[in-house]
């Protein structure tokens, strides 16, 4: 067992939250997409304490964690209202504030 | 070798959890694909020797996180005319890798410069008790930090996701005096 093989995982799993935002239309996979790029820095956190023998990493991590079930509990609320609004999922209908004045 | 074999399952599980959140078509495949990925994690917490983060990482993400998503997915994104039509779904996750490989290359080489190595872990190191002593410790002020966000983020989830009509004033007035006159 390696670093490099946990920096791998952790590049890897980061690439693959990014390519969930930028590709897909769901807004539901965009939320998990945010998710799993956390994780990912999470993951890296870790790892780093795990090589620097001390807890502060870890600690680090915990709190992170922390601030995903935050962002979990607001994104859903987002998710609940913006359907409420639009009734759709599609992420591209939710744009309305980019829009300017006599547009659409 | 034990290590490495348990190390190659777990993040074939990651890797392929989260492959296959980014590209199924119904969002609740997506949802227990992440499950799948956000176990796998679990799993390595574990074999890096943080027993108490493995625990954490059940608990909240995968006890907490995820159910939540799931139980709105249930309610709002089950519907096959609620999911978005995307037929060059594919073809974007390409092009978008092609945009992300050379972003991941370079977080790759920055982090493979470091040059560094597993050692032997010290005496208590993972264990509940050296993480309690430097959370209360040295982390104790962004510990309170996150406790205020936790709450200012229940505040801030109630007030978005609430119905306007319950919480108009007038209508609140409304439905005092039909209750008054009821009685």
């Known amino acids: 067992m390696i670093p490099e093989q946990f920096f791998i995982l952790s590049t890897l799993l980061f690439s693959i939250g990014l390519i969930g935002i930028v590709s897909r239309r769901n807004i ?50 987002m998710i609940i209202q913006l359907y409420r609004s639009k009734r759709s999922l599609d992420s591209d209908k939710f744009s309305e504030l980019t829009q300017k004045k006599g547009q659409q | ?32 694909s992440f499950l799948i990925a956000m176990l796998a994690l679990a799993g390595l917490f574990a074999l890096l020797e943080n027993s108490f983060l493995f625990l954490a990482q059940i608990m909240v993400s995968v006890g907490a996180v995820v159910v939540l998503g799931l139980m709105v997915i249930i309610s709002l994104g089950s519907i096959e005319k609620n999911i978005p039509h995307e037929p060059y779904k594919f073809y974007w996750i390409f092009i978008s890798t092609l945009l992300v490989t050379p972003l991941a290359l370079l977080i790759y080489k920055a982090l493979i410069s470091l040059h560094a190595h597993f ?29 205020v966000l936790l709450l200012s983020a229940m505040v801030g989830a109630i007030v978005i996701a609430r119905k306007e009509k319950y919480f108009k004033k007038e209508n609140y007035f409304d439905n005092h005096n039909q209750q008054e006159d009821n009685k």
Request: aromatic share 12%.
């Open chain 2, 119 to 147: 050692e032997e872990t010290r005496e208590g190191y993972g264990e509940l008790k050296s993480m309690g002593e430097r959370l209360f410790s040295e982390w104790v002020l962004p510990f309170e930090a996150v406790s």
């Open chain 1, 28 to 77: 539901f996979v965009v939320y998990l997409s945010i998710e799993l790029m956390l994780s990912a820095v999470n993951l890296l956190l870790v790892t780093f304490s795990r090589l620097d023998q001390s807890m502060n990493g870890s600690v680090i991590a915990l709190l992170l964690i922390a601030i995903i079930a935050a962002e979990a509990s607001i994104f859903l609320a």
């Open chain 2, 1 to 32: 070798m034990l290590e490495n074999s348990i190390f190659a399952i777990l993040s074939l599980f990651l890797v392929i959890g989260s492959l296959g959140m980014i590209s199924f078509k119904h969002t609740i495949f997506s949802a227990f």
